[in-house]
């Protein structure tokens, strides 16, 4: 996967390009690809196949479509598939060939819950979570039955049982936020990449409190020098409106040397990004609400924080992979207290802070445990309908962090204005 830089807008939405090949692995060398996916064991999942394999979970992948028939594939379940591209199949289970991205969903299916093949399965790759359900949603850039295929997309997994919603993607605007604070809000856990330009600006995905941001590692385990990375994002006051990456995944072997990535039709392609990082966790995060029935997205985000390794510099969390590598079988068996809140925060229509120029944010979470929105906005207020599609956004839309809202953030308070400032309140900064 390549995120594209918001300052690079005629790019995809979906990031792919990182994983063109840079090598062809042959088709047969399935046990050599079990040998490069060198996560399998410092990430616990060999470990953690042992205690729960994501039975009876469903995972929503917002992509370009899975190839079923891959034969890491063979043998998982998948439901109520979708297709938003007007070139996919009805059910999802078509790569689309839109020229960016056609192995993309496949990839990340494999990485999710890949059974491996052969006489003992131990050929091919394994995901953390073989056993769970996965909704193939798929979408096309530029091409799509809806105006904007991405929360329509996030909505679609929400209706259809998701409890685990793989953003291995690009979008933002009100109608995206809208949508995951929605997922939010009936309980699911939503994982995303933190992107692939080696830049502390987070956009997208990984700036929503709440949402599960996952940054990549080499096998080093440390940072990939590509991997998106921020601990917090402050405005000129050092006042915290953004969230930053949560834990770390697999992103490559080095900086030089991709890991293998399934591809349409059978056999593997090298490739190396975050969505390779964000496909493999929320594998784990599926096991873990398959092993943890009683706990809510809340406690299952808390659990992969809390048993994480520490990889990078500085205080946890640090800037590179916030909390560590995620460890599968740490997550699953360690004793963990429960938490009320999600540690990472949560988004929330209706609910804002104007002195803290924040929108649209219920909690920040461990990234600024003092933040409270203000109780005078704390209420839903109508929205205006808008048909802005969703996409990479310049740096232009992304700073709405101006003399505007610092002009609203003022006004609000003179309460004979209220009714007026109402619109203009429910549009959220595009952070």
């Not at 599960?212 to 080093?220: A, E, K, M, R, S």
């Not at 609000?412 to 209220?418: E, K, M």
């Amino acid at each position: 996967m390549t995120r594209p830089h918001p300052r690079h807008t005629a790019t995809a939405i979906l990031l792919t390009a990182g994983l063109a090949c840079s090598a062809a692995v042959p088709a047969h060398a399935g046990d050599q690809v079990r040998d490069r996916q060198w996560w399998i064991t410092p990430m616990g999942i060999d470990r953690g196949l042992s205690v729960s394999q994501g039975s009876g979970v469903t995972v929503c992948l917002i992509d370009s479509g899975v190839d079923a028939t891959h034969p890491d594939l063979v043998g998982v379940r998948f439901a109520h598939g979708k297709d938003f591209s007007d070139i996919g199949a009805p059910d999802g289970l078509k790569p689309i060939k839109d020229d960016r991205r056609y192995d993309h969903g496949t990839s990340m299916a494999v990485n999710i819950a890949g059974r491996g093949h052969g006489s003992h399965g131990n050929e091919g790759m394994l995901g953390a979570a073989p056993d769970a359900t996965i909704i193939s949603v798929s979408y096309g850039f530029p091409t799509a039955t809806v105006t904007n295929p991405v929360p329509t997309a996030i909505r679609y997994c929400i209706d259809h049982g998701a409890k685990v919603i793989n953003l291995s993607l690009v979008a933002e605007n009100d109608k995206v936020r809208a949508a995951v604070a929605d997922a939010q809000a009936k309980d699911i856990v939503l994982v995303a990449g933190s992107g692939n330009d080696g830049d502390v600006a987070l956009s997208g995905f990984p700036t929503m409190f709440g949402i599960l941001t996952v940054g990549g590692i080499d096998n080093n385990l440390q940072r990939d020098p590509r991997s998106n990375f921020s601990k917090i994002s402050k405005d000129i006051k050092g006042q915290i409106h953004h969230a930053g990456v949560g834990v770390c995944g697999p992103f490559a072997a080095t900086p030089d040397t991709g890991v293998p990535q399934a591809w349409p039709g059978g056999g593997y392609r090298d490739g190396a990004g975050t969505s390779i990082s964000t496909s493999v966790v929320t594998g784990i995060v599926a096991a873990i609400r398959a092993k943890h029935p009683d706990l809510n997205a809340a406690n299952v985000i808390n659990r992969v924080l809390k048993t994480a390794k520490k990889t990078g510099t500085g205080d946890i969390p640090t800037a590179d992979c916030g909390w560590g590598l995620v460890d599968a079988y740490a997550a699953l068996t360690a004793d963990i207290p429960t938490v009320t809140d999600n540690p990472l925060g949560q988004l929330g229509e209706g609910y804002s802070n104007p002195s803290k120029n924040v929108f649209g944010v219920k909690s920040m979470g461990l990234w600024d445990p003092t933040y409270q929105p203000d109780p005078a906005y704390s209420t839903a207020m109508p929205q205006p309908p808008t048909n802005t599609p969703q996409g990479p956004i310049t740096s232009a839309e992304a700073n709405t962090s101006g003399p505007a809202w610092t002009i609203l953030a003022g006004l609000a308070t003179c309460t004979t204005l209220i009714g007026g400032l109402t619109w203009w309140l429910r549009r959220r900064p595009r952070q």
